[in-house]
């Protein structure tokens, strides 16, 4: 186990997010407070593909939405490209686990919506968004609704919508849970390959570890909440490019599974008897 190791290795003005002392606090509706997330420290650094993993209610996704700025932290810094968080953090993209498409709107016009919010011309976002619908596979899909697509389509369109925008951070939020495992498997290869283009820093937060390990550069372990800390960092040294299913046959990645696995399955056990789950 590397435990801090690989946070200190990425920390510098480099670093695309670094958190700092991070504490997450909300406070209940009939009074008292709730302790999320406790003294996290991660740094992300430009073009660093990162997950994050824990049990059910650790605050991953916590985590995830103070770094998209959507609320501050109660205690602690959040630094994006060595500038204090303040507000939204408009180098963001965030691809969330549910859709969020426009049920009304075509594939083409949810991908290009939000160029046009932002003052692009229609003509342009239109074209740069059918360029992006051929990117993620789905070229001849434009004029089809959000209703008329599988979910694994439907994904393809959400990640075009927030890369078309070119943010420098990508946060993602159990974005392929809800997909059967083949479809998981064809998605991750899709991001694989779109990250490794551009390389954007990535904070990638999932409870299927085999997916964490197949795609990033480092997986980062929470503990079972209230009050989750970061427990563990290890970094993923298999080679890139990377297919995930031929990943998953490396000797390397079982022993690197095995060895993560040790620290995780106490924090699930933890997780599911206190969820009853």
Known sequence: MNNGANVAAASGPTAAVALAGVDITFRLAGGGTYAAVQNASLDVADGEFVAIVGPTGCGKSTLLNVTAGLFPPSKGTVGIFGAPLDGLNRQSGYLFQSDSLFPWKTALDNVAIGLETAGTPRDEALARAQEWLARVGLGSFGPRF?????????????????????????????????????????????????????????MFVTHDLEEAIALSDRVVIMSAGPAARIIGDWRVTLSRPRDIAEIKSDPAFHQLHRDIWQTLKAEVMKGYAQTGG
């Open 146 to 202: 959000p209703h008329m697509l599988s979910g694994g389509q439907r994904k393809r369109v959400g990640l075009a919508q927030v890369l078309i925008r070119d943010p420098k951070i990508l946060l993602m939020d159990e974005p392929f849970g809800p997909l059967d495992a083949q479809t998981r498997q064809i998605m991750g290869n899709l991001l694989l390959e779109l990250w490794s283009a551009e390389r954007k820093a990535v």
